[in-house]
């Protein structure tokens, strides 16, 4: 259908459906399709947690203004409170904002991209992770149908696990590693992808985060070669002992059998401790 178009609206039921608009054009190269901008009477502002406006590329919380807005929920005066709050961006006496717990950013042109829920920001190690961004670039993979990402904690340890239904051959765990490192810090690579045929859907077509399966554990590949040296043999002995594995051969690759920087850190410590050499991550755990 050459003719016909294609826009992209957002919006939800508290501000009368639709709040921006964006007109879809046929052999756009950009990444992703954005929400758009504001329609007519609506004002959007992308706020972080001190309630003020951020910078063009930075995440920010979606706050809603303008003669649409719904008055609130009813019988329900807390939740009320809880998402229609005070306008202090606008100035306008007496305005309000609805809270839309979404999250987005503002591209260089002007226009504003979808990010996910602000529910699916999660720390790990220390680190604020948004679920939503691992799963975007996921989503740019030609091999990868559907995707979403999940914080498992299902071997003892939290860790980022990625399940995705495969639009063709499914590329190896390394290929989709490779991919994502070239746009996420080391910190937002899953540690785990699980292939599915399909994902599993509720009843309104979201995920059904409760039926997704546990991934294996972390294994070795390739066939097991035992270290060949009292060096070797040391270094695997404290790859086993942090990893918490039986043994560790000297092709095993670090971060695939469950290790992380903080895992490194202790492998570095230990190793330190044993060894008057002062070894760089890379090294002690490349």
Known sequence: LPEAGLHNLYGPTEAAVDVTAWACVRGDARASVPIGRPIANTQIFLLDAQHQEVAVGVVGELYI????????????PELTAERFVPDGVSGAAGARLYRTGD????????????????DQQIKLRGMRIELGEIEARLALHPAVRATTVALRDDHGEPALVAYLAAAGDAPADDALRAFLRDDLPEYMLPSAFVWLEELPLLPNGKVDRRALPAPAAPSATGAYVAPRTPLEELLAGVWAEVLGRERVGVHDNFFELGGHSLRATQVLARVHALLPARLAPRRCCG
């Open 65 to 76: 203004g303008g003669v649409q807005l719904a008055r609130g929920y009813v019988h329900r």
């Open 103 to 118: 999250l987005a950013r503002y591209a260089a042109d002007g226009s504003i991209e979808y990010l996910g829920r602000a």
